[in-house]
Structure formats: structure tokens, C-alpha cells
């Protein structure tokens, strides 16, 4: 059981299917062939499937590709991961968009007990606490230090954090802003994440204390709480934005980004007039929030996933602006001698 959401990507299951913001969710791929390239040990986001299950239309069962370790389907039963096959995805993905995500389960037979039990079955409230790491550690290097607060992050930001010879370490969600501070880090990164982040409110004092200090930036989740921590509000969207071709223009430069998301929630304009906060990108379809700036700070969010894995690598240029705010302001302080 589980709520059902679908994702309209044409690749990238496995990163999708391993996605911690997929957490407690049943996911459905509109594209009607999965699984054809198999899946392999570097492309997961987490080291187990996040989905609580998969349904698909057609899963390949002979897959070709020379990274392939096994098929999808041997992957899903090595993981214990339930699905369906056979099903017309396109219109279970227009029944989703019409009524909105819902609770959904997978059965052998539609019963009462069944129905009663899915009526009654309610999102958790401790999405973020059940996929966040319960301990501090270290991706070192002799670079620049970041603290990455972890609500459900993806492999792919470390990756490409590392990629940048940036020293991680990456904290729990319920980090103190004392216990950052102390660590003698020069920025903040948050993380992606599942559910709604009216769940997370330990991550609010943190945020506010930290963005007065240090550079930060949000990431999907951390951009909603980011903008919580500043007096705005979030809504849950009727079916959300999952899939990795959503265009989102720059409202500074004029300049268009297709992007990967995946999120249910979102940022409420309307809450935004008496706040700090400063809209930089949106949605080109609907409009959605997807970029703010806390005016007279280095600090900043996007709602999107800048580390695009699976997808386009368009925005991933905000991982060096990140980088640049924290030079310039180690400068502003006397950090940098000549």
C-alpha cells in the first residue's frame, strides 16, 4: 500500500525506483517499455528501492546494454520489490492527473477488509526520519567544506559535489545549527527528500540560524523548508511534477532549463508578499515556484534537482554559483589571503 504517483521519464527507472523522495510511494512509469537497458551497481540513488512499488505497462525481459549487471526484474526480486506488469499506465497516469494522487495497493483480490484497510491508511509523518542518515559522515577531500544536511539525499549529490573536490559531511535531518556551526564548515547544503515538509519542523530553526551565518543552499525539499524558515507556506499539488523534462525559466536572465523533479509539493506564491524571499525561477507550464533568493543573503534554493540523475544537466552550473557564493563571502570575511 501506498500513495501512487507517476513519473513520465523515458529512462532512468533505476535512479527513479532508488530515489528517496519516492518513499512510502507507489510509482507508475507512462512510458510504455521499462527495464530495457537492465540496471547496474552505479546507478542507484540509494543502496535499496525507496518505491514501495513499480507498475509499468511492458518490463523488458532480455535487457541490452554493456553496463547491465541483471535485468529488472531479477534486480526487483533481489530486492523484494512487488510490481505489476501489463497494466495501460497512460490510463492510470489520466486517472491520477483527473482525481489526483491516491492511496492505491497492490492485491491478489479486492476484499472489504482491503478496502477498509486503504481507507485507513495515512501518509507518514516520519518519511524524512525513516530515510535520513542517524549518524554523521565524511566524503573528504582538501576542498572547499560543505555541510549536506541529509533528508533523503541522492548518491548523485555527493557525486557531484565530489566532482568538485567539495569536503562533505553529511549530518542527520535533526541537526543543530550549534552542532553545523561547530563543524567549521563554509556553507550548507539541503537536501531532497519525501513527504510534506510540514513534517520536518526541527529543520526550521536550523535553517534560520544557519542562513544568517553561512551560505546555503536548498535542494527539492530543502527548497520548501528553506521558504518555510522564511514565513512562506506550502500546498500539496493535485499530482505533482515527477519526470526529468520540465522546462523552468530563469526569471533574472531569461534563460530556460529542462530539469529533473520530483516532488508532490510546492512553494504558494501568494505567501511570499510579506517574506524576505525573492521568486527567481518558475515553472513554464504551471507557473510553480522553483527558484527563490533570501534578498541580502547568500542563500538560495531551487525546487528542482540541479544534479539531474536520471536527466538533463542543464542546471547543474548551480552547484559552482553555490561554490562562488561561498568564495565571495570567505573574501567578505578575510578568509582568502594573497
Not at 7 to 13: A, D, F, P, R, V
Not at 52 to 61: F, G, L, M, Q
Not at 127 to 132: T, Y
Not at 185 to 212: E, F, K
Request: net charge negative; proline share 6%.
Amino acid at each position: 500500500m501506498g500513495e501512487i504517483v507517476f513519473n513520465t521519464g523515458m529512462s532512468g527507472y533505476q535512479e527513479s525506483i532508488t530515489d528517496l523522495s519516492y518513499h512510502g510511494q507507489i510509482l507508475t512509469f507512462t512510458y510504455p517499455l521499462i527495464g530495457n537497458y537492465g540496471v547496474n551497481a552505479e546507478d542507484a540513488e540509494s543502496f535499496k528501492p525507496a518505491a514501495k512499488a513499480i507498475v509499468t505497462h511492458e518490463v523488458a525481459r532480455r535487457p541490452s546494454n554493456w553496463r547491465s549487471t541483471m535485468s529488472l526484474p531479477a534486480w526487483a526480486k533481489k530486492n523484494d520489490l512487488p510490481g505489476l506488469t501489463g497494466v495501460d499506465t497512460r490510463a492510470l497516469t489520466k486517472e491520477i492527473r483527473d482525481y489526483g494522487v491516491m492511496r492505491a495497493a497492490i492485491v491478489d483480490e479486492v476484499t472489504p477488509a482491503i478496502l477498509e484497510e486503504l481507507k485507513a491508511t495515512i501518509a507518514s509523518q516520519q518519511a524524512v526520519a525513516e530515510v535520513s542518515t542517524q549518524r554523521p559522515y565524511v566524503n573528504p577531500t582538501d576542498g572547499v567544506s560543505i555541510a549536506l544536511i541529509d533528508f533523503g539525499l541522492k548518491n548523485s549529490i555527493l557525486r557531484t559535489l565530489a566532482k568538485r573536490n567539495v569536503n562533505v559531511t553529511v549530518f542527520p535531518a535533526t541537526v543543530s545549527a550549534e552542532t553545523i556551526l561547530a563543524a567549521g564548515v563554509d556553507g550548507v547544503l539541503l537536501s531532497n527528500g519525501p513527504g510534506d515538509p510540514m513534517d520536518v519542523p526541527t529543520a526550521i530553526p536550523m535553517i534560520q540560524t544557519i542562513q544568517d551565518q553561512l551560505p546555503l543552499m536548498g535542494i527539492c525539499l530543502g527548497h520548501q523548508l528553506f521558504a518555510i524558515a522564511n514565513g512562506a507556506n506550502t500546498y500539496k499539488m493535485k499530482f505533482g511534477h515527477r519526470g526529468f523534462n520540465h522546462a523552468v525559466r530563469n526569471l533574472m536572465t531569461g534563460r530556460i532549463d529542462f530539469t529533473s523533479q520530483n516532488h508532490g509539493y510546492a512553494v504558494d506564491p501568494a505567501s511570499l508578499a510579506d517574506t524576505n524571499l525573492e521568486v527567481t525561477q518558475e515553472e513554464i507550464n504551471d507557473h510553480t515556484v522553483e527558484g527563490l533568493q533570501l534578498k541580502g543573503r547568500p542563500a538560495f534554493s531551487v525546487q528542482y534537482h540541479p544534479d539531474a540523475a536520471p536527466g538533463p544537466h542543464d542546471a547543474e552550473y548551480l552547484f559552482d554559483d553555490f561554490l562562488d557564493l561561498i568564495a565571495s563571502t570567505k573574501e567578505k570575511k578575510g578568509g582568502f589571503h594573497a
